[in-house]
């Protein structure tokens, strides 16, 4: 049991207009507002910088946000992907309609900075579905009380003389794609000393945290007390049928939770107390 320390790193840039198109006959996720900065880089040579995402590209302002999942407190982050990726991965058109509007709440799966990206444009459709499918089965083994097959060196091959050729175990694996070690990270803001933490390269890193937590640590995730209680989302002003959020018994802060947010613990409240005065009628 190894105790994992998630960093607070991840800024994810969400860029304006997310879009599917086809580059050399393969779909890629990209964005109208990367797609003008590229232009405009190529028509100045390369004068222009990653970090220079003012002017003309309209990155700025209103086109421009940022996605912290960390600082959001998204801790079921990796558990509702899969849940809205399982709703669409047997049908190719819901698949590829769901992506683009995934990425304009979120932003992209593999690069907090989409022009870093496959031909400085974004990521491949066809790894969306593929990394999506090894979180999905991780999940699945998790809850089936196979988590720690995930530590299992993976069987590459079996030699003439029987012997097991492995390589590196899937969650080692997958740390190592999509994580690094972040050296400067403050568990306790107050606290003057930095722990070695992991921090996610992108959101897909930031979810296979959550997964090692989940492993390591024996992390476990219920329903947010407010999980199906009917109300009007802050965010959306759209009634909905509960938060439909879950809870890690102990949040990457080292905080122990019941609800997901303050808005579902009055819910909840509310509802417990409503519910007690009933049988004394
Ligand atoms: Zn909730």
């Not at 405009?40 to 590209?57: F, H």
């Not at 107050?190 to 992390?219: D, H, N, P, T, Y």
Request: proline share 5%; net charge positive.
């Amino acid at each position: 049991m190894a105790n994992i320390t998630v960093s607070d790193s991840l800024r994810n840039f969400v860029p304006r207009g997310p879009k599917l198109i086809r580059v050399k006959g393969k779909k890629l996720l990209t964005w109208a507002a990367i797609e003008e900065f590229q232009q405009r880089k190529k028509e100045k040579g390369y004068a222009v910088q990653v970090g220079d995402i003012s002017g003309s590209t309209g990155m700025q302002g209103d086109g421009m946000n940022i996605f912290e999942p960390y600082q959001l407190g998204r801790w079921d982050f990796h558990r509702a992907l899969v849940r809205d990726f399982k709703k669409v991965k047997d049908n190719q058109k819901a698949f590829e309609k769901w992506v683009p509007e995934f990425a304009e709440c979120c932003g992209d799966l593999f690069y907090d900075w989409p022009a870093a990206g496959h031909l400085g444009l974004g990521s491949l459709l066809e790894d969306w579905f593929a990394e999506l499918e090894i979180l999905e089965s991780a999940i699945e083994a998790i809850d089936s009380g196979k988590g720690k097959t995930l530590k299992d060196p993976k069987v590459l091959a079996t030699s003439i003389a029987k012997t097991k050729i492995t390589g590196p175990p899937v969650l080692s694996q997958q740390l190592k794609r999509f994580t690094y070690p972040d050296l400067n990270f403050k568990h306790q803001k107050r606290s003057k000393e930095s722990v070695l933490a992991l921090g996610a390269e992108s959101l897909i890193g930031f979810c296979w945290l959550l997964v090692a937590r989940e492993i390591e640590m024996g992390i476990k995730y219920v329903e947010c007390r407010s999980f199906s209680i009917p109300h009007k989302d802050a965010h959306s002003g759209l009634q909905v049928d509960g938060c439909g959020r879950w809870v890690p018994n102990i949040n990457p802060k080292g905080n122990p939770m019941t609800v997901c947010s303050k808005g579902c613990s009055t819910r909840a409240d509310r509802a417990a107390k409503k519910a007690a005065k009933k049988p004394a009628k």
